[in-house]
């Protein structure tokens, strides 16, 4: 196919189905899963990451060009809830401590993440490195 063809032919985009923008949240946070929405997600989506991968993770840029997606990372909580929060601890409106269910050394971080993936198990886990 010649450069002049090739110019002719008309946009990628214009084979696409025409479809509503789609708002997607992902709120997992595993690697792989952003190219996975990614390769789902219809043109024009709006991914909203909310996930907090704690790895390294890969995906295709020119995928999200061709479908022109808008890619958005947020923060689960604005500086003003923060400082609520930490107000209501301070003035003993919340007890934070009962949030803790756990307490470990260094040597049960693993097993206290194992723990963590079950949601009837733990709040939250206090690692205290001293033990």
């Known amino acids: 196919m010649s450069d002049a063809e090739k110019a002719a032919r008309p946009a990628f985009q214009a084979f696409l189905?025409?479809?509503?923008?789609?708002?997607?949240?992902?709120?997992?946070?595993?690697?792989?899963?952003?190219?996975?929405?990614?390769?789902?997600?219809p043109r024009d989506a709006r991914i909203v990451v909310v996930g907090v991968c704690m790895e390294t993770d890969r995906f295709e840029p020119m995928l999200g060009i061709m479908k022109e997606l808008n890619v958005q990372y947020v923060l689960g909580y604005t500086p003003e809830e923060f400082a609520r929060s930490l107000r209501l601890i301070a003035d003993?409106?919340?007890?934070?401590?009962?949030?803790?269910?756990?307490?470990?050394?260094i040597d049960g971080v693993a097993q206290?993440?194992?723990?963590?993936?079950?949601?009837?198990?733990?709040?939250?886990?206090i690692v205290e490195p001293w033990r």
């Open 17 to 41: 189905p025409a479809l509503k923008p789609a708002l997607i949240f992902e709120c997992v946070g595993v690697p792989g899963l952003i190219q996975q929405v990614f390769e789902g997600a």
């Open 92 to 105: 003993g409106e919340v007890d934070a401590a009962s949030l803790v269910t756990a307490k470990v050394g």
């Open 112 to 125: 206290a993440f194992e723990d963590l993936a079950n949601p009837e198990a733990h709040t939250k886990i």
